[in-house]
């Protein structure tokens, strides 16, 4: 039986959302993975990831507090 740490179990339980669609997923219910940037990005769908891998700063938020404009 695996056992995870509390920290891994709260990650599982987790849920993002899908930066193509707007979906919500968690690392378990993910049907696609994408790190960029040093950042991890779970997709609902393989055509959600193709959409990011194409034009990830189209679905990536820049924040006005990190000095960069909204798109």
């Known amino acids: 039986m695996k056992r995870f740490s ?15 669609c707007g979906m919500e997923v968690s690392p378990i219910t993910a049907i696609e993975v994408y790190d960029y940037k040093h950042k991890t990005y779970y997709f609902c769908a393989a055509i959600c990831k193709e959409a990011f891998e194409t034009e990830p700063q189209k679905y990536v938020q820049h924040h006005r507090q990190h000095g960069l404009k909204p798109a």
Do not use: A, C, G, M
């Open 6 to 20: 509390q920290d891994q179990n709260h990650k599982q339980l987790q849920s993002y959302r899908d930066p193509v």
